[in-house]
């Protein structure tokens, strides 16, 4: 099956810092979501991005599809950025969408 | 708030214990999903279910049973669970799965499962 993987697995940053995070997959896929995991466990959508570029505030997602991978740029980061940011493939089988997720980005920001 | 809630948020259980989770979409989607996050664990799908009929059961044991009585509800009815079953079980809801690659899934809060 399709490899999912993320990097780092683990990020701290101070406050007001950018950071880039990475995610490779093994092959051609339908589409690509980045989620947020907040410390509660609610995972928030952040970008449904299966190429190209696209911008939500001090978040910002690139998917280059024929390199296989994904990037989530978080700039000027803040303490409600910490949590754990997951890559998720979609890909069609069995007549239905299917989501693999990856092992997550954990990310603390620090005062 | 995603639109999809989940109950109870938290539960403690005993391996002979019987319980159930509980998901509710109010987005007017036709597929539902659950799925469990263990520790260190990337997700992993469970169950799909696609107007109301189960159309995926990803070699999950039969501890697990899913129900889904009409597009807007879905249950797991947990018994005989094992302390590797404690986990965050997640429900998941998106428009229509068989349209590939144009509707996202939304996720509940999640029922952290703990099991004694």
């Known amino acids: 099956g399709i490899q999912v993987e993320q990097s780092p697995p683990d990020l701290i940053l101070q406050e007001g810092a950018n950071s880039t995070l990475r995610c490779n997959f093994s092959d051609s896929v339908n589409n690509l979501q980045w989620f947020h995991q907040n410390p509660w466990g609610q995972l928030i959508n952040l970008f449904y991005i299966p190429s190209g570029t696209k911008q939500n505030g001090r978040l910002s997602a690139t998917t280059v599809a024929t390199e296989r991978y994904s990037l989530l740029y978080i700039s000027s980061s803040q303490t409600t950025d910490s949590g754990v940011y997951f890559c998720a493939v979609e890909t069609f089988s069995g007549g239905y969408n299917k989501l693999i997720f990856g092992a997550g980005t954990r990310l603390a920001v620090h005062p | 708030e995603t639109g999809v809630t989940q109950t109870p948020r938290h539960l403690v259980m005993g391996m002979t214990n019987k319980k159930s989770l509980k998901c509710e979409q109010h987005?007017?989607?036709?597929?539902m999903y659950w799925y469990k996050q263990s520790a260190k664990k990337p997700l992993e799908l469970m169950f799909v279910?696609?107007?109301?009929?189960?159309?995926e059961n990803n070699s999950v044991p039969s501890r697990f049973s899913p129900e889904c009585p009409n597009s807007s509800h879905l249950f797991l009815h947990l018994h005989t669970l094992q302390p590797e079953d404690s986990a965050l079980y997640l429900c998941a809801s998106s428009q229509d799965p068989r349209t590939s690659g144009k509707e996202t899934q939304y996720f509940g809060p999640g029922t952290r499962l703990l099991v004694l």
């Open positions: 279910y696609n107007f109301k009929e189960q159309t």
């Open positions: 987005l007017g989607h036709n597929a």
